[in-house]
T-cell receptor, first 115, second 113 residues
Framework: SQQGEEDPQALSIQEGENATMNCSYKTSINNLQWYRQNSGRGLVHLILIRSNEREKHSGRLRVTLDTSKKSSSLLITASRAADTASYFCATAFNAGGTSYGKLTFGQGTILTVHP | NAGVTQTPKFRVLKTGQSMTLLCAQDMNHEYMYWYRQDPGMGLRLIHYSVGEGTTAKGEVPDGYNVSRLKKQNFLLGLESAAPSQTSVYFC????????????FGPGTRLLVL
């Protein structure tokens, strides 16, 4: 079953605006990541945040993690038309060992940035 | 450096036919994965491998088999295709120790009639 749920399912904004996407999950995690998928393509890893981190930045991306609420958010600042894509959160859990990279993905947020 | 490649890009099968999807990576990654993606859903893990000669089941393994005879290749087999296996299949790979950072192939679109 899908652990992650993303909100909103779809987001439409104008270039230059900020885009915020949210992800909630159900069980304890070791880390959470965000991936981007352009239409008809494979996924591209954007950023990983560990369970002991609260915020992480990478260029125009800002990710927050609230383990008490089991939620994360991805903020894209000053969006561009090229940011149009689906964005997925993925979680990994290991019970004292390694996760072996067994990721559980959310359903994704479709972001459309209009020029 | 091609990254992760998948063959074929698109295939149509009739119910009951068999086929093999090939994934190849040139990054010397230890771990490899097969996912399927259905409309409106995220990816679900089918099988994965942590090294040459080893495979393990993921979330949705029924109806699929895998083999990893060489480190750079990971094969996904459908012995008797069913319409429920119509999907887009993605292969991914990663380094041991950074296994949650995965590199994905472009996908194989499979239609089972």
């Amino acid at each position: 079953s899908q652990q992650g749920e993303e909100d909103p399912q779809a987001l439409s904004i104008q270039e230059g605006e900020n885009a915020t996407m949210n992800c909630s999950y159900k069980t304890s995690i070791n880390n959470l990541q965000w991936y981007r998928q352009n239409s008809g393509r494979g996924l591209v890893h954007l950023i990983l945040i560990r369970s002991n981190e609260r915020e992480k930045h990478s260029g125009r991306l800002r990710v927050t993690l609230d383990t008490s609420k089991k939620s994360s958010s991805l903020l894209i600042t000053a969006s561009r038309a090229a940011d149009t894509a689906s964005y997925f959160c993925a979680t990994a859990f290991n019970a004292g060992g390694t996760s072996y990279g067994k990721l559980t993905f959310g359903q994704g947020t479709i972001l459309t940035v209009h020029p | 450096n091609a990254g992760v490649t998948q063959t074929p890009k698109f295939r149509v099968l009739k119910t009951g036919q068999s086929m093999t999807l090939l994934c190849a990576q040139d990054m010397n990654h230890e771990y490899m994965y097969w996912y399927r993606q259905d409309p409106g859903m995220g990816l679900r893990l089918i099988h994965y491998s942590v090294g040459e000669g080893t495979t393990a089941k993921g979330e949705v393994p029924d109806g699929y088999n895998v083999s990893r005879l060489k480190k750079q290749n990971f094969l996904l087999g459908l012995e008797s295709a069913a319409p429920s296996q119509t999907s887009v299949y993605f292969c991914a790979s990663s380094y041991r120790g950074e296994q949650e950072t995965q590199y994905f192939g472009p996908g194989t679109r499979l239609l089972v009639l």
